[in-house]
Protein backbone atom coordinates (compact mmCIF):
# COMPACT_ATOMS: atom_id res chain seq x y z
CA UNK A 1 0.00 0.00 0.00
CA UNK A 2 1.16 3.47 -0.79
CA UNK A 3 2.37 5.39 2.18
CA UNK A 4 0.24 8.49 3.06
CA UNK A 5 -0.10 11.77 5.40
CA UNK A 6 -2.99 12.99 6.52
CA UNK A 7 -3.07 16.64 7.30
CA UNK A 8 -6.60 18.21 8.50
CA UNK A 9 -7.78 21.79 8.46
CA UNK A 10 -10.71 22.06 10.82
CA UNK A 11 -13.80 24.62 10.06
CA UNK A 12 -16.24 24.66 12.90
CA UNK A 13 -17.89 21.13 12.87
CA UNK A 14 -16.11 20.61 9.49
CA UNK A 15 -13.29 19.06 8.11
CA UNK A 16 -10.95 19.22 5.39
CA UNK A 17 -8.40 16.51 5.00
CA UNK A 18 -5.43 16.20 2.84
CA UNK A 19 -4.18 13.03 1.59
CA UNK A 20 -0.67 13.33 0.33
CA UNK A 21 1.29 10.30 -1.71
CA UNK A 22 4.58 10.42 -3.29
CA UNK A 23 2.40 10.44 -7.09
CA UNK A 24 -0.57 12.07 -6.10
CA UNK A 25 -3.01 13.57 -3.10
CA UNK A 26 -6.75 13.30 -3.20
CA UNK A 27 -8.79 15.06 0.20
CA UNK A 28 -11.66 14.20 1.80
CA UNK A 29 -14.47 16.49 3.52
CA UNK A 30 -16.25 15.44 6.58
CA UNK A 31 -18.63 16.64 8.96
CA UNK A 32 -21.61 15.31 10.88
CA UNK A 33 -23.46 14.68 7.71
CA UNK A 34 -20.95 12.09 6.63
CA UNK A 35 -18.24 11.99 3.76
CA UNK A 36 -16.85 13.61 0.44
CA UNK A 37 -13.97 12.03 -1.46
CA UNK A 38 -12.77 14.21 -3.98
CA UNK A 39 -10.28 12.56 -6.41
CA UNK A 40 -8.82 9.28 -5.32
CA UNK A 41 -5.56 8.38 -6.88
CA UNK A 42 -4.48 5.97 -9.39
CA UNK A 43 -6.47 2.49 -9.70
CA UNK A 44 -3.47 0.91 -6.75
CA UNK A 45 -4.45 3.71 -4.40
CA UNK A 46 -7.62 2.56 -3.97
CA UNK A 47 -6.42 0.22 -0.76
CA UNK A 48 -4.45 3.52 0.21
CA UNK A 49 -7.78 5.94 0.25
CA UNK A 50 -9.34 2.67 2.34
CA UNK A 51 -6.72 3.54 4.88
CA UNK A 52 -7.31 7.41 4.47
CA UNK A 53 -10.93 7.37 5.79
CA UNK A 54 -9.85 4.92 8.44
CA UNK A 55 -7.13 7.09 9.69
CA UNK A 56 -9.76 10.41 9.92
CA UNK A 57 -12.11 7.81 11.65
CA UNK A 58 -14.54 7.13 8.67
CA UNK A 59 -14.91 4.09 6.43
CA UNK A 60 -16.14 3.90 2.82
CA UNK A 61 -19.10 2.80 4.17
CA UNK A 62 -19.53 7.33 5.29
CA UNK A 63 -19.07 8.20 1.58
CA UNK A 64 -21.82 10.23 0.32
CA UNK A 65 -20.44 11.81 -3.05
CA UNK A 66 -16.69 11.84 -4.76
CA UNK A 67 -16.30 14.96 -6.91
CA UNK A 68 -13.25 14.72 -9.42
CA UNK A 69 -11.18 17.81 -10.63
CA UNK A 70 -10.88 15.71 -13.48
CA UNK A 71 -10.89 12.35 -15.04
CA UNK A 72 -7.23 11.69 -15.40
CA UNK A 73 -6.17 8.11 -14.20
CA UNK A 74 -4.32 9.35 -11.44
CA UNK A 75 -7.29 10.88 -9.89
CA UNK A 76 -10.33 8.78 -11.06
CA UNK A 77 -8.68 5.30 -10.79
CA UNK A 78 -9.23 4.77 -7.18
CA UNK A 79 -12.66 5.90 -7.18
CA UNK A 80 -13.17 3.79 -10.18
CA UNK A 81 -11.42 0.51 -8.06
CA UNK A 82 -13.35 1.67 -4.86
CA UNK A 83 -16.68 1.76 -6.30
CA UNK A 84 -16.92 -2.11 -7.24
CA UNK A 85 -17.29 -2.74 -3.86
CA UNK A 86 -18.95 0.36 -2.32
CA UNK A 87 -22.05 2.62 -3.77
CA UNK A 88 -21.81 6.20 -3.90
CA UNK A 89 -22.34 9.35 -6.60
CA UNK A 90 -19.58 10.31 -8.83
CA UNK A 91 -19.75 14.20 -9.84
CA UNK A 92 -17.81 16.28 -12.26
CA UNK A 93 -18.38 19.66 -13.67
CA UNK A 94 -20.16 19.60 -16.73
CA UNK A 95 -17.66 19.59 -19.72
CA UNK A 96 -15.86 16.54 -17.77
CA UNK A 97 -18.62 14.07 -17.63
CA UNK A 98 -17.65 12.69 -21.11
CA UNK A 99 -14.38 12.09 -19.97
CA UNK A 100 -14.82 10.51 -17.03
CA UNK A 101 -17.18 8.40 -18.54
CA UNK A 102 -14.67 7.55 -21.02
CA UNK A 103 -16.10 8.76 -23.91
CA UNK A 104 -13.08 10.11 -25.00
CA UNK A 105 -9.66 10.11 -22.99
CA UNK A 106 -7.79 13.20 -22.79
CA UNK A 107 -4.54 12.31 -20.43
CA UNK A 108 -0.68 12.06 -21.10
CA UNK A 109 0.12 8.94 -23.88
CA UNK A 110 3.16 7.46 -25.27
CA UNK A 111 3.23 10.80 -27.88
CA UNK A 112 3.90 13.15 -25.03
CA UNK A 113 5.67 11.21 -22.94
CA UNK A 114 8.18 9.21 -25.10
CA UNK A 115 9.98 12.40 -26.13
CA UNK A 116 10.98 12.60 -22.36
CA UNK A 117 11.38 9.02 -21.52
CA UNK A 118 14.85 8.99 -21.36
CA UNK A 119 15.18 11.51 -18.36
CA UNK A 120 15.68 8.99 -15.29
CA UNK A 121 13.14 10.91 -13.31
CA UNK A 122 10.67 10.16 -15.64
CA UNK A 123 11.70 6.27 -15.71
CA UNK A 124 11.55 6.42 -12.37
CA UNK A 125 7.87 7.88 -12.36
CA UNK A 126 7.18 5.70 -15.32
CA UNK A 127 8.17 2.45 -13.31
CA UNK A 128 6.31 3.43 -9.96
CA UNK A 129 2.97 4.58 -11.56
CA UNK A 130 3.04 1.70 -14.43
CA UNK A 131 2.93 -0.37 -11.44
CA UNK A 132 -0.26 2.20 -9.76
CA UNK A 133 -2.46 1.39 -13.25
CA UNK A 134 -1.47 4.44 -15.26
CA UNK A 135 -2.38 2.80 -18.54
CA UNK A 136 -6.07 1.21 -16.71
CA UNK A 137 -8.99 2.87 -19.10
CA UNK A 138 -11.62 2.09 -16.92
CA UNK A 139 -13.84 4.84 -16.86
CA UNK A 140 -17.18 5.83 -14.75
CA UNK A 141 -19.90 5.16 -16.77
CA UNK A 142 -22.49 6.94 -14.48
CA UNK A 143 -20.75 10.32 -13.30
CA UNK A 144 -23.18 12.65 -13.21
CA UNK A 145 -22.66 16.77 -13.41
CA UNK A 146 -22.82 18.47 -10.77
CA UNK A 147 -25.30 21.64 -10.20
CA UNK A 148 -25.28 22.95 -6.95
CA UNK A 149 -22.96 21.04 -4.46
CA UNK A 150 -23.83 22.86 -1.23
CA UNK A 151 -26.02 19.42 0.31
CA UNK A 152 -22.73 17.36 0.31
CA UNK A 153 -20.62 17.42 3.01
CA UNK A 154 -17.89 19.68 3.20
CA UNK A 155 -20.42 21.86 1.73
CA UNK A 156 -17.49 22.03 -1.26
CA UNK A 157 -17.95 25.44 -4.06
CA UNK A 158 -17.00 24.78 -7.48
CA UNK A 159 -14.22 26.93 -9.32
CA UNK A 160 -13.97 26.57 -12.91
CA UNK A 161 -10.65 25.92 -14.24
CA UNK A 162 -10.76 24.80 -17.73
CA UNK A 163 -7.35 24.04 -19.33
CA UNK A 164 -5.60 21.19 -17.60
CA UNK A 165 -8.83 19.26 -19.29
CA UNK A 166 -11.54 20.48 -21.17
CA UNK A 167 -13.41 20.44 -17.89
CA UNK A 168 -11.06 20.10 -14.90
CA UNK A 169 -12.24 21.67 -11.88
CA UNK A 170 -11.19 23.62 -8.02
CA UNK A 171 -12.97 24.02 -5.42
CA UNK A 172 -13.17 25.78 -2.46
CA UNK A 173 -14.44 24.94 1.29
CA UNK A 174 -14.18 26.30 4.52
CA UNK A 175 -15.85 29.83 3.49
CA UNK A 176 -13.32 30.01 0.85
CA UNK A 177 -10.38 29.41 2.88
CA UNK A 178 -9.11 26.21 1.77
CA UNK A 179 -8.54 25.92 -2.01
CA UNK A 180 -8.36 22.25 -3.57
CA UNK A 181 -6.56 23.36 -7.01
CA UNK A 182 -6.20 19.58 -8.59
CA UNK A 183 -3.57 19.58 -11.38
CA UNK A 184 -4.47 23.71 -12.42
CA UNK A 185 -1.74 24.61 -9.79
CA UNK A 186 0.26 21.96 -8.37
CA UNK A 187 3.29 21.99 -5.82
CA UNK A 188 5.73 19.38 -7.35
CA UNK A 189 5.59 16.34 -9.38
CA UNK A 190 8.25 13.63 -10.02
CA UNK A 191 9.40 14.96 -13.03
CA UNK A 192 9.30 18.43 -12.50
CA UNK A 193 12.61 20.69 -12.73
CA UNK A 194 11.77 21.92 -9.71
CA UNK A 195 9.57 22.29 -6.07
CA UNK A 196 7.26 25.06 -5.73
CA UNK A 197 3.88 26.34 -6.79
CA UNK A 198 3.75 25.70 -10.71
CA UNK A 199 1.67 24.53 -13.68
CA UNK A 200 1.74 21.26 -15.21
CA UNK A 201 3.60 21.21 -18.62
CA UNK A 202 2.34 20.40 -22.15
CA UNK A 203 3.19 16.80 -21.22
CA UNK A 204 0.30 16.55 -18.94
CA UNK A 205 -2.08 19.49 -19.83
CA UNK A 206 -4.54 19.72 -23.02
CA UNK A 207 -4.55 23.47 -22.89
CA UNK A 208 -1.62 25.18 -21.25
CA UNK A 209 -2.69 28.83 -22.07
CA UNK A 210 -6.11 28.04 -20.89
CA UNK A 211 -4.53 26.39 -18.21
CA UNK A 212 -2.54 29.24 -17.20
CA UNK A 213 -5.67 31.52 -17.26
CA UNK A 214 -7.63 29.76 -15.10
CA UNK A 215 -4.76 29.42 -12.75
CA UNK A 216 -4.09 33.41 -13.15
CA UNK A 217 -7.89 33.64 -11.99
CA UNK A 218 -7.62 32.21 -8.89
CA UNK A 219 -5.65 35.31 -7.66
CA UNK A 220 -8.94 36.61 -6.77
CA UNK A 221 -10.10 33.86 -4.32
CA UNK A 222 -9.13 34.58 -0.73
CA UNK A 223 -7.83 30.88 0.28
CA UNK A 224 -5.41 31.23 2.18
CA UNK A 225 -4.22 27.09 1.85
CA UNK A 226 -3.77 25.41 -0.99
CA UNK A 227 -4.54 21.64 -1.43
CA UNK A 228 -2.98 20.65 -5.07
CA UNK A 229 -3.73 17.58 -6.83
CA UNK A 230 0.26 16.93 -6.86
CA UNK A 231 3.17 17.97 -3.99
CA UNK A 232 2.70 19.19 -0.74
CA UNK A 233 0.18 21.70 0.56
CA UNK A 234 0.51 25.59 0.45
CA UNK A 235 -0.09 27.60 3.28
CA UNK A 236 -0.30 31.62 2.57
CA UNK A 237 -1.99 34.02 0.12
CA UNK A 238 -3.47 32.48 -2.77
CA UNK A 239 -1.95 35.04 -4.76
CA UNK A 240 1.59 34.74 -3.95
CA UNK A 241 1.09 31.42 -5.29
CA UNK A 242 -0.38 31.81 -8.77
CA UNK A 243 2.49 34.55 -9.08
CA UNK A 244 5.51 32.19 -8.17
CA UNK A 245 3.46 29.41 -10.67
CA UNK A 246 3.17 31.69 -13.91
CA UNK A 247 6.23 33.39 -13.25
CA UNK A 248 7.77 29.46 -13.77
CA UNK A 249 5.51 28.27 -16.38
CA UNK A 250 7.03 26.70 -19.19
CA UNK A 251 10.37 26.26 -17.00
Not at 75 to 101: I, K, N, Q, S
Not at 133 to 151: C, H, I, N, R, V
Not at 161 to 186: M, N, P
Request: aromatic share 4%.
Amino acid sequence: MAELTVTTISHGDAKTHFVSTSTVNWVILQDRSGVTLVDGGYPGHAGAVVESLRRIGSAPEEVRAALLTHAHVDHLGGLARLRREHTFDVFAEPEEVGHARRDYLQQADASTIGPIAYRPAVIRWLGTVLRLGALDKTGLPDTQAFDGLSELPGSPVAVPTHGHTRGHSAFTVGDGEVLISGDALISGHPIAKHAGPQCLGHVFTHDVAANEAAVASLADLDAVIVMPGHGPLLAGAVGTFVEQALTRSGD
